[in-house]
């Protein structure tokens, strides 16, 4: 507005100058009949510009009226523009390590979905039961915080492989989080925590655990995989000794409570557990129990598939709180390590691979593993008796859980799980006498009571299998006795032997 009214002042000027100078020359110009014609055409073009000056006072002035919103909205928006934050929030930090925002702003923007949207992504793997949505490319999202206006957006790239350049590279996804640079700080100290925690609420409130597994990618570079932990394991269902099964329930409640008491005493905030017994004795059980009872995560570490002491400390610090670290077999991974060892070192590669299990205990011992909270650590053996003394340390495995053959306690709850009987006599007093001088482990009684659905016949089926059990443990027995008999014999002959000579 300010433009126009001075564009119209200076019209107003030059028209009075104009004015003026058509006067002027009228006086001083002599009376002869060529300037006769010069004046008749000076005073034509003087009127032409009076009409001309005229004309934009009447009408530039009413379009530059109807012309400033216009310009004024363009000159804001350019304004605004100049002030836009832009953040970028990535899926992995790094190489491999998984960036936690990217994750609680995905499961946010779940909720912040417009009722307007057109496009979705639907899938269901084979081993989920539900459908999944997932963001299509430059999908678009709105939220206000506290009057503060964000504009997020989901992008995907696919980025192709340097090793295999036909085949279709590694995903990368990111969201782009646009607002005013003048909230710049509300965002990062008061917006995105409370995305970070609006994330925990809802995960806590309707948690699928996951178990993440190991994979190499094309570029053979390692990372964790996960789908939907499926296992139906409850502290209710598995055949475990009662006062056992409330003395570990007790420990973790205990430990997922005493965040303060770690923290005051100078400790990292983990725990570490050794399951061992005879095979079938449900050691992989307990841990599905003990990650659907708590909500947390298994990471399924294999030590054979790592090839340097660089990318087990890759794999492991990309693992999250409130997570628990399987490593099954620990006798059997000791011993391919210890193999390893004495074996002739061909190339740096294997020669890499000799200290995982030492370096896996030294790293959860060490500070590495103190930079995460609310860890559990569980190993598994068969037999306990082969593992070093130093990996059955307490801070190391705290707790040992003996996982025994079936007692008559684990064969009810069974029972109950399968068949839906709580009492059966006589046959439940049968199975008891067996049970007591038959090792059965709960995996053998689970295969006899799954023979059928009708009690009588299932029960039978398991007394059968249990005599058969015990008759063939019998038989190895009497083997075994025979045979130490027999070599007794011939030591003693040759000793007599040897005598005579």
């Avoid at 269901?124 to 506290?146: G, L, M, R, V, W």
């Amino acid at each position: 507005m300010e433009n126009t009214s001075t564009l119209v002042e200076h019209m107003h000027s030059v028209e009075s100058s104009q004015k003026r100078s058509y006067i002027n020359s009228v006086k001083k110009t002599p009376t002869s009949s060529t300037s006769k014609g010069s004046s008749a055409c000076a005073s034509r073009v003087a009127s032409l510009l009076l009409v001309l000056f005229r004309a934009m006072q009447y009408l530039i002035q009413p379009i530059m009226r109807l012309l400033h919103p216009i310009t004024h909205a363009f000159s804001k928006s350019r304004s605004s523009a100049d002030e836009l934050m832009i953040m970028q929030i990535e899926e992995y930090h790094g190489m491999s390590t998984h960036n936690k925002v990217f994750e609680a702003s995905e499961l946010y923007l779940h909720n912040k979905m417009s009722p307007s949207t057109r496009l979705l992504k639907i899938v269901q793997t084979q081993k989920e039961t539900k459908f999944a949505i997932h963001f299509s490319n430059n999908q678009e999202f709105e939220d206000i915080y506290e009057g503060v206006q964000l504009k997020w957006k989901y992008n995907s790239i696919s980025k192709k492989s340097k090793y295999y350049p036909s085949k279709a590279g590694k995903k990368q996804q990111f969201f782009e989080l646009r607002f005013d640079v003048k909230h710049k700080e509300k965002v990062m100290d008061a917006y995105l925590p409370y995305v970070v925690e609006t994330f925990k609420a809802m995960k806590d409130a309707g948690k699928i655990v996951k178990l993440h597994t190991l994979v190499r990618s094309e570029d053979y570079k390692v990372r964790w995989s996960a789908i939907n932990l499926e296992h139906p394991a409850t502290f209710e269902t598995i055949a475990m000794d009662s006062e056992q099964k409330r003395s570990v329930l007790e420990d973790l409640d205990r430990f997922v409570k005493r965040k303060e008491f770690y923290q005051r005493v100078g400790r990292a905030w983990k725990r570490g557990y050794l399951l061992y017994g005879p095979p079938g004795t449900g050691k992989s059980s307990l841990i599905g129990a003990i990650a659907n009872y708590l909500k947390f995560d298994i990471y399924d570490l294999q030590l054979t598939h790592l090839m340097s002491d660089m990318e087990l400390r890759r794999v492991l610090l990309a693992t999250t709180n409130k997570s628990i670290l399987v490593i099954e077999d620990i006798d059997c991974s000791q011993l391919k390590l210890q193999d390893r060892k004495n074996s002739n070192k061909k190339n740096d590669s294997e020669s890499n691979q000799l200290s995982l299990l030492g370096r896996l205990l030294n790293f959860t011992d060490g500070l590495w593993y103190s930079c995460g909270e609310e860890r559990i650590i569980i190993f598994t053996t068969s037999h306990k008796s082969k593992l070093d003394p130093a990996l059955l340390r307490s801070g190391r495995m705290d707790m040992h859980v003996h996982m025994s053959y079936c007692s008559y306690e684990g064969f009810k709850t069974l029972a109950s799980n399968y068949l839906g009987i709580k009492e059966h006599q006589p046959l439940f007093d049968e199975i008891e006498s067996l049970l007591q001088k038959t090792e059965v482990s709960p995996a053998q009684v689970t295969e006899e009571l799954m023979k059928s659905e009708i009690a009588d016949v299932a029960l039978q089926a398991l007394i059968t299998g249990i005599k058969e059990m015990n008759k063939r443990e019998e038989d190895e027995k009497k083997a075994k006795d025979e045979e130490r008999v027999k070599n007794d014999k011939e030591k003693v002959d040759h000793k007599q032997l040897t005598y005579f000579i």
